[in-house]
């Protein structure tokens, strides 16, 4: 059984833990940089823009999480959640932790009338592929996912910022 809740600034640990294990999972475990306070920040500081809700068993052991937040779709005119992060502890997996963070996610964008939850999965990742398929989700085929980050970012931010200045003063 699973009771799926909001989570909590004590939740913060429990989350931080398991973005760890989903890093090494997906092979990149030296990429997380988040940090405790950081966390806390965007779920709970001033205004968050980020959500997370947790599953845990009956005993109220925390078995996984959702990281979440909202997007917009310019064709539909409303917003969507867009999932960043669905991870259920390897020993609770088959116990319907996943399906039912996903469920809240589902019921929590019909309630507000939001049109769409979407997620990105790694192509090698056939058991959560499956998983995902079985739920009626589907995979954008035609779609590709395009990231702008690191250096390349630090320089065309840079000289988009360069570019403003001289707008602004020139």
């Known amino acids: 059984m699973s009771v799926i809740r909001p989570a909590t600034i004590e939740d913060v640990p429990a989350i931080l833990r398991m973005i760890h294990d989903l890093a ?11 940090t ?7 779920l709970f500081g001033e205004n968050p823009r980020v959500y997370a809700t947790i599953a845990e068993n009956s005993a109220g052991t925390v078995q996984g999480f959702a990281l ?19 991870y259920v502890v390897p020993d609770a997996r088959g116990e ?6 996903l469920q809240y996610l589902a019921a929590t964008a019909v309630e507000r009338g939001y049109a769409r939850v ?16 079985n739920l009626g989700a589907f995979p954008m085929e035609e779609w590709s996912t395009f990231r702008l980050t690191g250096d ?13 200045e001289a707008l602004t003063h020139g």
């Open 24 to 34: 090494i999972y997906e092979k990149e475990p030296d990429a997380v940089k988040n």
């Open 118 to 133: 979407e997620w990105s999965v790694l192509n090698w990742n056939e058991p959560s592929i499956n998983f995902y398929k």
């Open 36 to 42: 405790p306070a950081m966390l806390t920040e965007v």
């Open 152 to 164: 390349a970012l630090q320089a065309y931010g840079t000289n988009v910022g360069e570019a403003k």
């Open 68 to 86: 979440w937040f909202l997007n917009y779709s310019t064709w539909e005119g409303v917003h969507g959640i867009y999932l960043e992060d669905l």
């Open 96 to 101: 319907g932790h996943g399906k039912a963070l």
